[in-house]
């Protein structure tokens, strides 16, 4: 089993912290950001950072569908990590100074992924999959700082 790997970055125009913020507010502001492929969206625990458990349904193509339960950490500043219970998937998210009021936000996914030729499948066209649907999100969370 290799272990696969999708990372998107994107620069945007507003304070980290206030990025930050926004990607770590479970209860209110995440929802916002997350397109179609997300369903059945539910923190279960906290709801702001560190401690937040959320459960979500992750359909990345039309056969494949991760049911997602996430325990969220925060092990430095400007860094949140959502662990999949249910998986050995994690998504790390890292928000960085980009220069005077902008941000630059890194998603990655790290996952064990199938061996085999589908596995071989998985390590070709996941990332990319993947990658579009977290670029969607980087675009939202962009719309949503933007507008305070």
């Given at each position: 089993?290799a ?19 926004a990607?770590?507010?479970?209860s209110g502001?995440r ?5 179609e492929h ?6 279960r625990?906290g709801?702001?950072g560190e ?7 992750l359909q990345?193509?039309?056969k494949r569908?991760?049911?997602?339960l996430l325990?969220v950490s925060e ?5 949140l990590v959502?662990k999949?219970?249910n998986?050995s998937?994690v998504?790390?998210?890292t928000?960085?100074?980009?220069g005077?009021?902008s ?13 085999g030729?589908?596995g071989?499948?998985?390590r070709?066209?996941a990332?990319?999959?993947?990658g579009?649907?977290?670029d969607?999100?980087l675009?939202?969370?962009a719309a949503e700082?933007?507008k305070?």
């Open positions: 089993m272990q696969v790997e999708a990372t998107t970055e994107r620069i945007i125009a507003a304070n980290p912290e206030e990025v930050f913020d990607l770590a507010d479970y502001t929802a916002k950001l997350l397109p997300f369903s059945e969206y539910e923190v625990e709801g702001d401690g937040t458990l959320v459960h979500w349904k990345a193509t039309s569908v991760r049911d997602c325990e092990p430095s500043d400007g860094q959502e999949d219970r998986s998937m998504t790390t998210w928000v960085t100074p980009a005077e009021g941000a630059r936000v890194q998603v990655t996914t790290v996952w064990d992924g199938a061996s030729i589908g071989f499948f998985e070709t066209f990332p990319k999959g993947l579009r649907i977290y969607q999100v675009d939202r969370l700082v933007g305070k």
